[in-house]
């Protein structure tokens, strides 16, 4: 087992790891730039080292200035959290040369997942069920035409090096398909350096779901539940859970085998995620693999009593994954909150700041995952990301009231968060009831944008919505990003829905 480790990440999932190491007795590294030399993974970290200024370019994606910490500290092994390096396949071969752990997959299966085009292709191979379109690059206009005409439109033009919703181009008709494919090109250019784009069949509405997979350094994979991630906007997630309210335990097994052969067909080791569409008929299919711990992780730890980070750091240092696919245990229900620094009132633009009184909630079935302290001034440098609030219990019911009561005692002064948007969705009685999608939050959010635009002919969800808001928040003038989109249509036809939706991916 490694005795030290440096964690080259910052915020909540930096104290995540760090705590992880306390509790296996390993000493933790931190790093740190400028405007983090008094945050909260430095506090609680054994050890602490200033790698550059604010900008992340210049400190936390610093391959060289981190890998010399690594040297100078005697970390054996780098944890590297989410975003950052943690998917930067240069990195992880970086680490082996230098002869330093990298926690988490080889360069290889990172640099195959990173290509969407290559991924699609291995799934093939494979079996994997994948989004029917082409899994090699468009060569040329014609091409795209074929295949569009075959499957059907609409369709979705997609940068191989893309990803996460960046380089995505939504396609309704054969007219549009000429310049959605040039400008498509011009822009996985512009981002990724690199123009190769390919085309899939667009699924209408459809929900996001992912699987945890483990793979040790043995050979042996297994799947440990799904996440349902639907409600998001502008690809950013806002609450997660586990089990998805869609998943039977037979669609769950047949989902968790085929992530296990993705990671199998990978030769993938350690902690990663399979991401899936699934329609309502509950057809799922492969969509890409991230190949790092994410943020919602401690869903799926609540509902397996696993802890991943150990796992991880187990499997790097060559352990043996420590139990079996008929062992893991899939019990209760999970769900997270990623409270941001993010103002409702002001399109949920990032809202840093002193935070002056910080009351976190605790009791029973709440986890609080937190990067903050009071009396810390949240960077306008980095990520929002506050604190995760998580909540398990014995159902979904059960889950959803704990949270309701641990938002209740929730208060941070100082700055603005995005707190009050979990009551909102926690009491949606579309959420209560399981309906997600991930058009979901656009329209809860543009239902409850202003009075004037509100839906005619008696929408449930829209009444209750809009009483909600008028008791928890006064009526903002402005409508929020997306709600103004709807235009007069408003009464939920999928036309409108579509417009939100493709408006949200052209601004993702
Ligand atoms: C899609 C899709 C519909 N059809 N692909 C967005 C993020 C990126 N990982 C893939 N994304 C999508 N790909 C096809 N063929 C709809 C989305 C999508 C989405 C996916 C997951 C979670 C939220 C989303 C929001 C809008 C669109």
Redesign the pocket.
């Known amino acids: 087992m490694f005795k030290k480790i440096l964690i080259a990440n910052r915020g909540e999932i930096a104290v995540r790891v760090i705590r992880a190491c306390r509790e296996l007795g390993i000493t933790s590294v931190a790093v740190y730039s400028d405007v983090d030399r008094a945050s909260l993974h430095v506090r609680k970290a054994d050890e602490a080292y200033y790698i550059g200024p604010a900008a992340a370019s210049e400190s936390y994606l610093n391959i060289a200035e981190i890998l010399d910490v690594a040297r100078r500290s005697g970390a054996e092994a780098i944890h590297p959290g989410y975003g950052f390096l943690s998917e930067n396949a240069k990195f992880a071969q970086a680490c082996v040369d230098s002869g330093i752990k990298f926690i988490g997959p080889t360069a290889a299966a990172m640099e195959m997942m990173g290509s969407k085009t290559r991924a699609r292709q291995r799934m093939e191979q494979a079996g994997v069920p994948f989004?029917p379109?082409t899994s090699r690059a468009l060569e040329s206009f014609d091409e795209a035409e074929q295949v569009a005409a075959r499957i059907g439109y609409p369709?979705?033009l997609?940068a191989a090096a893309?990803?996460?919703?960046?380089g995505?181009r939504?396609v309704g008709s054969p007219d549009d398909l000429e310049s959605a494919l040039e400008a498509a090109r011009s822009e996985a250019q512009r981002s990724f350096g690199d123009s190769e784009v390919y085309l899939?069949?667009?699924?209408?509405n459809?929900r996001?779901i992912e699987m945890q997979i483990l793979g040790d350094e043995q050979g042996n994979c297994v799947w440990l539940g799904e996440r349902e991630?639907?409600i998001?906007r502008r690809?950013q997630?806002v609450l997660e859970e586990s089990p998805s309210p869609l998943v039977d335990p037979d669609m769950r097994r047949r989902m968790g085998e085929i992530a296990v052969r993705v990671a199998r067909a990978a030769d993938y080791t350690n902690a990663g995620t399979v991401?899936f569409?699934s329609d309502q008929e509950k057809n799922f299919?492969f969509?890409?693999m991230n190949t790092r711990l994410q943020v919602e992780h401690p869903v799926t730890e609540l509902i397996t009593g696993l802890d991943l980070v150990h796992l991880q750091i187990r499997i790097a240092s060559g352990e043996k994954l420590p139990f079996t696919q008929e062992q893991v245990q899939i019990r209760g229900h999970a769900m997270e909150c990623r409270i941001y620094a993010e103002d409702p009132d002001n399109h949920y633009f990032p809202s840093p700041g002193k935070i002056t009184l910080l009351l976190a909630p605790s009791g029973p079935g709440i986890r609080h995952d937190s990067g903050i302290y009071e009396g810390w001034t949240v960077p306008i440098d980095y990520d929002p990301l506050l604190a995760k609030l998580i909540g398990y219990g014995t159902d979904r019911k059960q889950t959803i009231g704990r949270l309701l009561r641990a938002l209740n005692e929730y208060f941070v002064g100082g700055i603005k968060t995005n707190l009050s948007l979990f009551r909102r969705i926690l009491n949606d009685p579309d959420f209560q009831a399981g309906n997600l999608d991930?058009?979901y939050l656009d329209r809860l959010l543009a239902l409850s944008a202003g009075t004037a635009s509100a839906p005619a002919g008696g929408s449930e969800i829209a009444a209750v919505a809009a009483g909600l808001f008028a008791v928890l928040e006064p009526i903002a003038p402005s409508s929020h990003g997306t709600s103004s989109h709807g235009g007069g249509d408003r009464n939920g036809t999928s036309s409108w829905k579509r417009t939100a939706?493709a408006e949200?991916?052209r601004s993702?």
């Open positions: 989004v379109g369709v979705m997609k893309g990803g996460g919703g960046k995505m939504l899939e069949k667009y699924i209408v459809p996001h991630c639907s998001q690809h997630k991401e569409l299919y969509l890409e991930t058009g939706r949200g991916l993702g």
